[in-house]
T-cell receptor, first 119, second 112 residues
């Protein structure tokens, strides 16, 4: 089974500062996808950013960027200029790898990192 | 708003009962996934449908079943409920199996 590790149960950052949330993954496959989702206290899961294993450039979406280091099997999320509304649980996930050109697509999730942004 | 809808938002029931959770995927999405989120197990994949057909099963109990209808909405049926089934159940949808999954708001099930 695929494995996602998020080693930081909780992180604290001051408003307007940048923060990095760590994620490492374990797979022997070459073609896979990595995702970050945000879960506020209200409970919904919000898609933030995606990185494909063959993408040469790190993904960026507004204030979110993904620091992808394939050799180290890490896919850290960087949030720049933190805002109070960024306080939430953040999940790293890996899509089941492509095999034979296809995938079932299910996601494997880490345990999450609770981010708290303080004024 | 992801475009994925789930009903009901909250469900409180007793042990031994049966409930049905409903999901409507985003317009155009053919893949539907069900996930369970609990404190001890985290987010776990349950089952996947693609264009009406079951494609994959994960950590889904035999007491649970699901289906996807011709209009692509999906239902997750949970029977003989136990206290440990209390969790947040998410439905997610994507266009195909390599595309980003968008999650519904979830159904919070409480079994008393």
């Amino acid at each position: 089974a695929q494995k996602i590790t998020q080693t930081q149960p909780g992180m604290f950052v001051q408003e307007k500062e940048a923060v990095t949330l760590d994620c490492t993954y374990d797979t022997s496959d070459q073609s896979y996808g990595l995702f970050w989702y945000k879960q506020p206290s209200s409970g919904e899961m919000i898609f933030l950013i995606y990185q494909g294993s063959y993408d040469e450039q790190n993904a960026t979406e507004g204030r979110y960027s993904l620091n992808f280091q394939k050799a180290r099997k890490s896919a850290n999320l960087v949030i720049s200029a933190s805002q109070l509304g960024d306080s939430a649980m953040y999940f790293c996930a890996m899509r089941e790898p492509l095999r034979g050109g296809s995938t079932l697509g299910r996601l494997y999730f880490g345990r999450g990192t609770q981010l708290t942004v303080w004024p | 708003d992801s475009g994925v809808t789930q009903t009901p938002k909250h469900l409180i029931t007793a042990t031994g009962q049966r409930v049905t959770l409903r999901c409507s995927p985003r317009s155009g999405d053919l893949s539907v996934y069900w996930y369970q989120q609990s404190l001890d197990q985290g987010l776990q994949f349950l089952i996947q449908y693609y264009n009406g057909e079951e494609r994959a099963k994960g950590n889904i109990l035999e007491r649970f079943s699901a289906q996807q209808f011709p209009d692509l909405h999906s239902e997750l049926n949970l029977s003989s409920l136990e206290l440990g089934d209390s969790a947040l159940y998410f439905c997610a949808s994507s266009i195909g199996t390599t595309d980003t999954q968008y999650f519904g708001p979830g159904t919070r099930l409480t079994v008393l």
